[in-house]
C-alpha cells in the first residue's frame, strides 16, 4: 500500500507564475489535509477536504490559493501568481476518517522556490 | 480555540541520555494529542497519540509520552538517546469533528556524540 504521494518534490517558480501542487491520498482514504510551513516556522493548516468538498479552509489565504479534491484523481493545491512570501514546503496528509482520534499520515511535502 | 506550546526550539543531549520534550496544550474539550517526527528534508511520522485511553503513551523507536490534565502537558521521553534519534519534533493537538491538526513550534533535537 502506498503512501501519500506527492509531486512535485521540488518546484522553483518565478514570480507571478502558478504553482499547482499534488497530492494523492493513501488508498482508502477519502480525507486530505493541506499544511503549509515556512522556514523557521511550525506547520500551519491550511485547508481539509472531502472528495469533491471543501470541508474547512480557514488556513487559506484570501486570495490566490485555492485548493480541489475531484471525484477521481489527486488533490491539487493551486498557488496564482506566486510570491517570493509563497515560498515554503506545503505537505500534503490524508485519513480514512478525519476524525481527530484519527492518525494522519503525511507525504514528503512538496518544497517551492519562488524566485 | 485549540493551541500547542513547545517549550524549547532547540534540545541537545548526549548519546544515551534522557531525552525530554515538552508539550504544552491549550483545549476547552478532551484533548487529542499527538507526536510527530520530521527527519531532514521527509514528510512527518507518528510517533504517538493520546486518544483518552490510558494517560501513559507507548510509541514507536522507544519514545512515550504521559498525559497530565492537572498540568496540561504531553511531555515526549525517551530513556536513552540514539544518533538516529536527531530530527524535529512537533507536538499538535487535533479538531475532534474534523481532524485538522494544531502544531507546536518544534523542537529540533541535536545529539552528540
Known amino acids: 500500500n502506498a503512501g501519500v504521494m506527492q509531486n512535485p518534490r521540488h518546484l522553483v517558480r518565478r514570480r507571478g507564475q502558478e504553482a499547482r501542487l499534488r497530492c494523492s491520498p493513501m488508498?482508502?482514504?477519502?480525507?486530505v489535509y493541506w499544511y503549509r510551513q515556512l522556514p523557521e516556522e511550525g506547520l500551519k493548516f491550511m485547508v481539509y477536504l472531502q472528495k469533491e468538498n471543501i470541508i474547512d479552509e480557514s488556513g487559506m489565504p484570501k486570495e490566490r490559493f485555492s485548493a480541489e479534491f475531484p471525484k477521481e484523481g489527486p488533490s491539487i493545491l493551486r498557488i496564482q501568481q506566486v510570491v517570493r512570501g509563497d515560498s515554503a514546503a506545503y505537505f500534503c496528509?490524508?485519513?480514512?476518517?478525519?476524525?481527530?482520534?484519527?492518525?494522519?499520515?503525511f507525504g514528503q511535502g512538496t518544497r517551492l522556490t519562488v524566485v | 480555540a485549540q493551541s500547542v506550546t513547545q517549550l524549547g526550539s532547540h534540545v541537545s543531549v548526549s548519546e544515551g541520555a534522557l531525552v525530554l520534550l515538552r508539550c504544552n496544550y491549550s483545549s476547552s474539550v478532551p484533548p487529542y494529542l499527538f507526536w510527530y517526527v520530521q527527519y531532514p528534508n521527509q514528510g512527518l511520522q507518528l510517533l504517538l497519540k493520546y486518544t483518552s485511553a490510558a494517560t501513559l503513551v507507548k510509541g514507536i523507536n522507544g519514545f512515550e509520552a504521559e498525559f497530565k490534565k492537572s498540568e496540561t502537558s504531553f511531555h515526549l521521553t525517551k530513556p536513552s538517546a540514539h544518533m538516529s534519534d536527531a530530527a524535529e519534533y512537533f507536538c499538535?493537538?487535533?479538531?475532534?469533528?474534523?481532524?485538522?491538526?494544531?502544531f507546536g513550534q518544534g523542537t529540533t533535537l541535536q545529539v552528540k556524540p
Open positions: 499538535a493537538v487535533s479538531d475532534r469533528d474534523t481532524g485538522k491538526l494544531i
Open positions: 496528509a490524508s485519513s480514512p476518517l478525519g476524525k481527530g482520534n484519527t492518525e494522519a499520515f
Open positions: 488508498k482508502g482514504h477519502s480525507h
